[in-house]
C-alpha cells in the first residue's frame, strides 16, 4: 500500500536515506543515554531498587493481579459483547421503538467516561442498599460502557455483509429474524472476529480502572506493592511492560486473525476497526 | 440538586479544565498523528519501523499507566513540567497514535491510481502526500477522528488520577464534601456528554462540507 | 478517618485461590509461635485471650462468627503499618490487621480473618448489609457516622500532621499553609480539613502514600498533609523527609460494627478492656506503629470517651 506514494528510490536517495538514519538513531542513542544518566544519577537505577523484582513472590503477586486483570477482562468482555449484540440488532431493526432507545443508548454512553461510570457505582449504588461485591463494581460499569463500542463494531459488521445475502434469504422464504440469524451473523461474525479481539485489548486496558476501586487488578497491585517496597517508579514500569507484552500479544492475535479470515474469503480486505480509547 | 449549584464555580473551574485539555491535546495529537502516518507511509524504512514500534507500544499500554509513569518517572530523567502540562502531552501522545491509525487507513482507503497521478505529475512524496493524498484522506476520517476527539475528552478525566483538578476530579471532591454522588456525578456526565455532542455536531457539518468539496 | 485511602471500594473478591486475591486466609502463618514478619502480629497474638464459652451467648453475633470459624473484616491492603498486604506472603499486617485477627483469636480460638478490601464511603453499607462482622479501618468516631453503625473503643486516637522537604522553613501550623500548594491523598479526610483550616491552599491529589511521597519530593507542592504515623513512617523510610509541628487535629478510630448490635458491641468492649490490661494491644502497637515511632505504646483511649461511641 505505502509503495504507492513514492518511486523506488534511486542511488542518491538512498544514500541521503543511509545517511539521515545513521544521524537519527545517533541522535536517538544520545538522547536515551542522557536520559538513562540521569535516570542513574536519581539513583533510580541502582540495583537495590529493581532487585525485587528479579524475586518469584513480587512476580507471583504480579502475576495474580495479571490473572485478575484477565478474569475482569474476560466478564466484561462477554457481557459487553452480548449486551452489544442485543444494541447493534436493536439499532438495525426495522421498528422505531426498537430502534431509537437502542441509538439512544449507544450513543449516550459513548459519550460518558468510563471513570464516571465508576464513581457512580462506587459512590451512588451503595446509597441505594446496592453494594456489588468489589470485582462487580468494576466489571459493570466497563460492560455498560463497553457494550456501546461493541454495538458499533457489530453494527458495521452486519452492515458490511452485502444486501444481496439478506434479500436472498428473504426470497427464499426466510423471516427477517431467520434470515439475521442464519444468514447475516454468521458471516458478520467472521468479519468482526479480528475487530472483537483488538476492541478486547481495549477493555483489558479499562481494567486498568480496577486501580480506582481498588479490585486487586494488575495495576492495582502495582499499588499494593509500591506502598509495600516504596518503589514507586520501577513498579510501574515493570507493570507497563506487563500490559504491554500481554496486549502486544493479543494484537498480534488480532492481526494473524484478520489475515487467516481474509485469506478464507470474503470479496474486500477488510482492516480491523480499533474503537479510539 | 443544590449541591450542584452551589459548588457551580468548582464545577465551572473543572470544567475550564478538561476543555483546555481536549483542546490542547488534540491539537498535540493531530500532530503527532500526522508526523507518524507521514513516517508510516514514507519511502525510509527505520522511519516506518520507529512509527510502527511507537503505534503499537501507545496502543497496548493503558493510558492510567502511561500517566502514572510519565508524571512519577520522568522528573527523574530531568523533564519536570506542571501536572496538567504532563497530562495533556501524555494525552496527545497516547491519542495520536489512534490519529496516525485512523489517517493511515484514510491514506489506504485512497485508490492507488491517485498516488501514481500525483507522482507521475512530478510531485515529490511530499508533495502528493499534503496536496493530494491526505486532503481526500481527510474527508473520509472525519467521522474516525470525531470519535478520537470523543475519546480522548473522555480520557482527560484519567488526568485526575495524577493530580490535576479537571471536572472528574471536580465531581469527586464536592462529592466528598457533600455526599450527593448522584446530582454531583450525573451533572458532570451531562456536561461531557454535552462537549461530545458537540464534537458530534462539528464533525457532521465538517463531513457535509468535505463531501460537498468533493 | 482512612489514612492512605484510595478511592474505592468493598469487596467480597470474587476470584479465589490466589495470593493477589484480598480475602486473606491468615491461619497459616499467623498461628500462635509461628515466626512472624517484621511487623506480623504472631508472636503477639500467642498471649492475646480467648473469651470464655459463657460469654458467646447463643443466638448472638459471635456465636455466628465462632461457627463459621472465620472473622470477616472491613480493611484495607494499602495502609502501610495499619493494613497492608505483604506481597511475599500474601500476609495482611499492620496494626488494624493484627487487632483484627487477636479479635478473631478471642471469638474463635483461632486467630483466623478474611479482609474484605473496603472504602471508607461504603463501610456503612456493608456492616449495615452483612458482608461484614467489624470494620477495622482508622474509622473515625463521629456522631453523624453513630447514626448507622456502632462504634466499640475507641481504640487508638491519631490526627493529621504536615510533612515537608528537609530544610522548608515557614511551615509548621496548618495556616502557614494558606496560599501554598499542598498534597494530599485522594478522597481523604485531609481535604475537607485543609479547605476549612487554610482556605487559600491549593490541594493537589494523588492515588496513594508513596504518590504523595514522590510528589513532594518532586516539589509538585510544599507540604504533604497525612496521618501523622504515617507521615513519620515515611519521614524514616526517607531522610529527604521532614514531619513538622504536631498533629492539629484529632480522630479516635473506632471498630465499626452492625448497628443496634449492643451485646456484640459490649462483648467487643470488653475485649478491648482485656487486651489492654493484659499488654497485648501495647504489643502489637509496638510491632506496627511503634516500629517507626520512639518511645512507649501510648495509652489508649478511654472507651466510650467519645460523642458516637
Given amino acids: 500500500m505505502s509503495g504507492l506514494l513514492f518511486d523506488e528510490p534511486g542511488p542518491r536517495a538512498r544514500r541521503r536515506i543511509r545517511l539521515a538514519t545513521v544521524a537519527g538513531v545517533l541522535v536517538l542513542l544520545a538522547l536515551v543515554a542522557l536520559a538513562v544518566r540521569q535516570f542513574a544519577a536519581n539513583g533510580q537505577l541502582a540495583a537495590e531498587r529493581w532487585q525485587p523484582y528479579a524475586t518469584w513472590p513480587m512476580w507471583r503477586y504480579l502475576l495474580g493481579g495479571l490473572w485478575s486483570t484477565a478474569l475482569a477482562a474476560v466478564v466484561s468482555a462477554a457481557l459487553s459483547m452480548a449486551g452489544g449484540l442485543v444494541l447493534a440488532l436493536g439499532r438495525l431493526s426495522r421498528r422505531r421503538a426498537i430502534r431509537l432507545p437502542a441509538a439512544a443508548y449507544v450513543e449516550a454512553v459513548r459519550t460518558i467516561p468510563a471513570l464516571l461510570l465508576v464513581y457512580l457505582v462506587l459512590f451512588a449504588l451503595p446509597r441505594y442498599g446496592l453494594d456489588l461485591p468489589l470485582f462487580w463494581k468494576l466489571v459493570v460499569p466497563l460492560s455498560v460502557s463497553n457494550a456501546a463500542l461493541f454495538a458499533e463494531v457489530f453494527r458495521a459488521g452486519i452492515l458490511s455483509i452485502e444486501r444481496g445475502q439478506g434479500e436472498a434469504a428473504l426470497a427464499l422464504g426466510l423471516t427477517h429474524g431467520q434470515s439475521m440469524r442464519l444468514v447475516v451473523l454468521p458471516q458478520a461474525a467472521r468479519r468482526v472476529l479480528p475487530s472483537i479481539v483488538s476492541q478486547s485489548v481495549g477493555l483489558l486496558k479499562d481494567t486498568s480502572l480496577g486501580f480506582v476501586v481498588s479490585y486487586a487488578e494488575l495495576l492495582y497491585s502495582g499499588k499494593v506493592l509500591a506502598n509495600y517496597n516504596g518503589l514507586l517508579i520501577q513498579t510501574y514500569i515493570v507493570v507497563a511492560l506487563v500490559y504491554l507484552v500481554v496486549n502486544a500479544s493479543l494484537s498480534a492475535l488480532a492481526r494473524s486473525l484478520d489475515r487467516s479470515v481474509a485469506g478464507g474469503g470474503g470479496p474486500r480486505r477488510r482492516k480491523i476497526t480499533r474503537v479510539p480509547r | ?214 | 478517618m482512612v489514612s492512605i485511602k484510595r478511592v474505592a471500594v468493598v469487596a467480597a473478591v470474587a476470584m479465589a485461590g490466589l495470593t493477589a486475591c484480598a480475602g486473606t486466609d491468615s491461619a497459616s502463618s499467623a498461628v500462635p509461635g509461628a515466626a512472624p514478619g517484621e511487623g506480623g502480629g504472631g508472636g503477639v497474638l500467642a498471649g492475646a485471650p480467648v473469651a470464655a464459652a459463657a460469654d458467646i451467648l447463643p443466638g448472638s453475633t459471635m456465636e455466628k462468627i465462632k461457627q463459621r470459624g472465620e472473622l470477616i473484616v472491613g480493611g484495607s491492603l494499602d495502609a502501610p503499618l495499619l493494613s497492608q498486604q505483604n506481597p511475599a506472603t500474601g500476609e495482611v499486617e499492620g496494626f488494624d490487621a493484627d487487632l483484627g485477627k487477636a479479635l478473631a483469636k478471642y471469638i474463635i480460638g483461632q486467630p483466623k480473618v478474611k479482609i474484605v478490601n473496603s472504602a471508607s464511603e461504603t463501610r456503612e453499607a456493608l456492616l449495615a448489609n452483612g458482608t461484614v462482622d467489624v470494620v477495622f479501618q482508622t474509622y473515625t468516631i463521629t456522631p453523624e457516622r453513630a447514626e448507622q453503625v456502632a462504634f466499640a473503643g475507641p481504640y487508638y486516637s491519631s490526627g493529621l500532621s504536615i510533612a515537608v522537604k528537609k530544610g522548608t522553613t515557614g511551615i509548621s501550623t496548618p495556616q502557614d499553609l494558606n496560599g501554598k500548594t499542598v498534597i494530599a491523598g485522594a478522597n481523604t479526610p485531609a481535604i475537607p480539613v485543609i479547605q476549612k483550616l487554610a482556605p487559600q491552599a491549593k490541594i493537589i491529589t494523588f492515588g496513594g502514600d508513596p504518590e504523595c511521597v514522590q510528589a513532594l519530593k518532586q516539589d509538585r507542592g510544599v507540604a504533604y498533609v497525612q496521618d501523622e504515623t504515617l507521615l513519620v513512617a515515611d519521614a524514616k523510610k526517607d531522610p529527604e523527609l521532614q514531619v513538622v509541628g504536631t498533629p492539629f487535629t484529632e480522630d479516635p478510630y473506632g471498630i465499626g460494627l452492625k448497628h443496634g448490635d449492643d451485646q456484640f458491641k459490649s462483648f467487643v468492649n470488653d475485649w478491648l478492656k482485656k487486651i489492654q490490661a493484659n499488654g497485648v494491644w501495647q504489643g502489637i502497637w509496638k510491632n506496627s506503629l511503634g516500629s517507626v515511632v520512639q518511645g512507649e505504646a501510648p495509652t489508649p483511649p478511654e472507651i466510650g470517651s467519645v460523642p458516637g461511641s
Wanted: one cysteine or more; a neutral charge.
Fill in chain 2, 1 to 214: 440538586m443544590s449541591a450542584l449549584l452551589d459548588h457551580l464555580p468548582e464545577f465551572w473551574q473543572g470544567l475550564v479544565v478538561t476543555l483546555q485539555m481536549t483542546a490542547a491535546s488534540f491539537l498535540g495529537a493531530a500532530a503527532v498523528g500526522l508526523v507518524i502516518v507521514a513516517m508510516r507511509v514514507g519511502p525510509v524504512p527505520v522511519l516506518r519501523a520507529v512509527a510502527t514500534v511507537y503505534v503499537e507500544t501507545l496502543q497496548n499500554l493503558p493510558l492510567l499507566v502511561l500517566l502514572v509513569l510519565a508524571v512519577f518517572g520522568l522528573p527523574e530523567i530531568g523533564l519536570k513540567a506542571g501536572l496538567t502540562t504532563t497530562a495533556i502531552v501524555v494525552i496527545a501522545l497516547y491519542e495520536g497514535a489512534y490519529i496516525a491509525e485512523a489517517l493511515r487507513s484514510g491514506v489506504n482507503a485512497i485508490s492507488a491510481g491517485q498516488g501514481e497521478a500525483a507522482r507521475a505529475l512530478g510531485l515529490t512524496f511530499g508533495q502528493s502526500l499534503r496536496h493530494v493524498v491526505l486532503p481526500q484522506a481527510l474527508s473520509t476520517v472525519v467521522q474516525p477522528l470525531g470519535n478520537i476527539f470523543i475519546a480522548l475528552t473522555m480520557n482527560t478525566s484519567l488526568a485526575a488520577a495524577v493530580g490535576v483538578v479537571e471536572l472528574t476530579a471536580a465531581a469527586n471532591r464536592v462529592n466528598l464534601l457533600e455526599a450527593q454522588p448522584i446530582p454531583i456525578f450525573v451533572g458532570a456526565g451531562l456536561a461531557y456528554a454535552a462537549v461530545a455532542a458537540c464534537a458530534g455536531f462539528v464533525t457532521g457539518r465538517i463531513e457535509r462540507r468535505l463531501a460537498v468539496a468533493r
